[in-house]
């Protein structure tokens, strides 16, 4: 059993407030749940409101296809905000 994390660093240069911030981040969380079953979460720079910090975990068979789940998580990620991902980080464990 092999556990990947990834950590998703988006910027936001629309967002005013932390309103819009937490609107986006709820429904970026919500889609990519529903969609591939992983556990995700804004984890750092919450107070920061131009700037989307995301956790994302999965538990797999094969590192392969834990890389594979989470890069389809970051293209999913990319594909479905206006926000422009600027930095990923993956980790298995």
């Given at each position: 059993?092999?556990?990947?994390?990834?950590?998703?660093?988006?910027?936001?240069?629309?967002?005013?407030?932390?309103?819009?911030?937490?609107?986006?981040?709820q429904k970026l969380t919500s889609?990519?749940?529903?969609?591939?079953?992983?556990?995700?979460?804004?984890?750092?720079?919450?107070?920061?409101?131009?700037?989307?910090?995301?956790?994302?975990?999965?538990?797999?068979n094969s590192k392969c296809y834990?890389?594979?789940?989470?890069q389809e998580i970051v293209k999913?990620?990319?594909?479905?905000?206006?926000?422009?991902?600027?930095?990923?980080?993956?980790?298995?464990?």
């Open positions: 059993m092999f556990i990947g994390t990834a950590i998703i660093k988006l910027h936001a240069p629309w967002v005013h407030s932390l309103k819009e911030k937490r609107a986006e981040v889609r990519v749940r529903n969609k591939f079953n992983a556990s995700v979460c804004e984890v750092e720079m919450l107070d920061i409101h131009k700037t989307i910090v995301l956790g994302v975990g999965c538990v797999a834990l890389y594979t789940v989470l999913f990620v990319e594909v479905n905000t206006n926000a422009e991902v600027f930095d990923v980080e993956y980790d298995t464990f």
